[in-house]
């Protein structure tokens, strides 16, 4: 799921171009010659990107739509300067590709990281503390012309308006938003950020947290990287653990969080919850499961 949701209220974004194995080859051919006799499969187009598979060990991935091609460059910048310090592998850029052969921007050659998106295999309990650490390490002090987004890290009143669209909407095709979640909303709305401003994730949800035989393997599709309110990130803890001392443990691993981040982080987990609950419903039921486990959990935690 990209940042920039407000691009689709009934479902996935189509793609702008068609991003096929023929373009890639023909990418590769012209800037990167020595990788064009690897096999090349497409593995996965989401919100923003297509991901091709490349040989046994790399992957590209090319921006399917305008808005996200400013969040691969993000990744291209900033990735190589905060990966050292993260106890979890993310997929720094291996190779940059440039606009060429019709295709207007830049895309990237990564690492390929073996693994399953967490919605399909959840972590084992012995990775919370892993999971915890990692936060950490990633929620420090960003510098001042670190990516600014709209849509992350900021504050939940900002994001309120298109929450509630969705909410009104999901209550005329099921019944999920109970009187809980809503109080829990509300709450959220009037709780004001009480941290500074740290780097972040900005889309730390099961599908781009990668598993293998229940350890955190990677993290991945770090476009909306930007600086803001942690409670963005910690949102992740209610969709990445369905048990409750679980999800305990991590808050406490992560140390010094305070009970309004908290309640923000619930909020930010019933917004995450809302969205892929109303875009699973349409045209990707991966992404309905995600949303009703989301807000099942907040429910729980209430």
């Known amino acids: 799921m990209g940042s920039n949701e407000k691009s689709s209220l009934t479902g996935t974004p189509l793609s ?44 590209v991935r090319l921006p399917r739509r305008q808005v ?5 460059e993000n990744e291209q910048i900033w990735l190589p300067l905060i990966a050292d310090r993260l106890p979890i592998t993310i997929p720094t850029p291996y190779r940059i590709g440039l606009p060429a052969q019709n295709y207007p ?19 084992h309990l012995n990775q919370v503390q892993l999971f915890a650490s990692f936060l950490r390490s990633l929620h420090i002090s960003a510098p001042s012309d670190a990516p600014q987004n709209p849509f992350r890290g900021v504050p939940l009143h900002q994001r309120a308006v298109p929450v509630e669209e969705r909410m009104q909407r999901l209550e005329r095709k099921t019944n999920p938003i109970a009187q809980k979640i809503r109080n ?49 990130d910690l949102a992740s803890i209610w969709m990445l653990f369905s048990n409750r001392n679980a999800r305990q443990q991590a808050l406490a691993e992560y140390g010094n969080v305070s009970n309004a981040t908290i309640q923000r982080a619930k909020g930010w987990a019933i917004l995450f919850g809302v969205v892929f609950l109303d875009i699973g419903l349409v045209d990707y039921p991966r992404y309905a499961v995600i949303g009703e486990r989301t807000l099942s959990r907040v429910a729980e935690d209430e």
């Open 16 to 59: 702008e171009l068609e991003i096929d194995v023929s373009l890639v080859y023909s990418l590769l051919t012209e800037q990167h010659p020595d990788l064009r006799h690897l096999p090349i499969n497409l593995v996965d187009a989401g919100w923003d990107n297509a991901m091709f598979r490349l040989g046994d060990k790399l992957s």
């Open 68 to 72: 996200a091609a400013t969040l691969i």
């Open 184 to 232: 829990t909303w509300h709450k959220a709305l009037n709780t004001p950020i009480d941290v500074q401003d740290t780097w972040l994730h900005g889309d730390l949800h099961p599908r781009n947290i990668l598993v293998k035989n229940g350890a955190i393997a990677g993290i991945i599709d770090w476009g909306d990287l930007t600086s803001g309110d942690i409670a963005t």
């Open 105 to 123: 921007w830049r895309w990237s050659i990564l690492p390929w990281l073996d693994g399953v998106t967490a919605d399909r295999e959840e972590p």
